[in-house]
Every structure is written in structure tokens, then in C-alpha cells.
């Protein structure tokens, strides 16, 4: 493949990204939450005891430490995270997915998933299970 040709997948690929944040924005607002503040919900949904340090957090939500921290001030203000120390190193901090944030993001991979049918739909389930494979050897 040319890299011409490279660089206009990679321009698709952008494309198909910001079309399927568009497609995922308004039924996340329903509940409330952006996407990014979807994907760090999932995160913490996923993390043992539901907690995780907010640097850890950061990386994989692809934030930098003050933009993490930026979004969830917000978060912790409407209950959906808390933040707590860590007793044995003041610079660590620890995010916390409360309850009320559990049952967002039930409510909110609701209608992330119904999204996510209807922009796979068009593609053969053997095609969607190459598509993972690229997608795991690209990240």
C-alpha cells in the first residue's frame, strides 16, 4: 500500500471516529454524561473495587493528569465519582465509582450498545471479527 493511500486510511478512520462520537453524543447526554465521561465510568466500572488511581484513569481514557482532573470535578460534584487520598502517599489519589455513577452507566451502556448494534449492523459478523483483530493490533 502507497502511503498516499495509507494516509487517506488514516483520514477515514478519523472520519468514522468523529461520526461515531456524533451517533454515541445525544443518547449519552439522555443520561446525562458525555462520552468521555462514559468511557471513565466503564473504566472504573471494570477496575477492582470499582476504584482506580486517577493518573491510571487518566492513561486509559487517553487524558492528560489535569484534564482528568478536570473532568471529574464535575463528576464528583453530581455524585457520579469520589475521590479519596491515599494515607500512604499524599501525591496518589484514588477515583471512586459511587453507586449513583454505577447505575448511570447501566443506564447509559443501555444506549451505548444499542448505538454501537446499529453502526455495526451493516458489517458481517466475520468482517466485525477481523475488524476487532485490526482494531487490537492498531491499539
Given at each position: 500500500?502507497?502511503?498516499?493511500?495509507?494516509?487517506?486510511l488514516?483520514?477515514?478512520?478519523?472520519?468514522?471516529?468523529?461520526?461515531?462520537?456524533?451517533?454515541?453524543?445525544?443518547?449519552?447526554?439522555?443520561?446525562?454524561?458525555?462520552?468521555?465521561?462514559?468511557?471513565?465510568?466503564?473504566?472504573?466500572?471494570?477496575?477492582?473495587?470499582?476504584k482506580?488511581?486517577?493518573?491510571?484513569?487518566?492513561?486509559?481514557?487517553?487524558?492528560?493528569?489535569?484534564?482528568v482532573?478536570?473532568?471529574?470535578?464535575?463528576?464528583?460534584?453530581?455524585?457520579?465519582?469520589?475521590?479519596?487520598?491515599?494515607?500512604?502517599?499524599?501525591?496518589?489519589s484514588?477515583?471512586?465509582?459511587?453507586?449513583?455513577?454505577?447505575?448511570?452507566?447501566?443506564?447509559a451502556?443501555?444506549?451505548?450498545?444499542?448505538?454501537?448494534?446499529?453502526?455495526?449492523?451493516?458489517?458481517?459478523?466475520?468482517?466485525?471479527?477481523?475488524?476487532?483483530?485490526?482494531?487490537?493490533?492498531?491499539?
Amino acid at each position: 500500500m502507497s502511503t498516499s493511500s495509507q494516509g487517506e486510511l488514516v483520514i477515514k478512520l478519523i472520519a468514522l471516529h468523529t461520526r461515531i462520537q456524533r451517533q454515541l453524543a445525544r443518547p449519552l447526554s439522555g443520561h446525562g454524561i458525555s462520552l468521555t465521561e462514559f468511557l471513565v465510568l466503564r473504566q472504573l466500572h471494570q477496575a477492582p473495587d470499582k476504584k482506580l488511581r486517577r493518573i491510571d484513569l487518566a492513561e486509559q481514557v487517553g487524558l492528560s493528569a489535569s484534564g482528568v482532573t478536570r473532568l471529574l470535578n464535575p463528576m464528583q460534584k453530581v455524585g457520579l465519582v469520589s475521590k479519596e487520598e491515599v494515607a500512604r502517599d499524599a501525591r496518589v489519589s484514588l477515583v471512586t465509582l459511587t453507586s449513583a455513577g454505577e447505575n448511570v452507566f447501566k443506564d447509559a451502556s443501555t444506549s451505548f450498545n444499542h448505538v454501537a448494534l446499529s453502526i455495526m449492523e451493516p458489517i458481517a459478523s466475520k468482517d466485525q471479527s477481523n475488524l476487532h483483530k485490526i482494531a487490537d493490533l492498531l491499539l
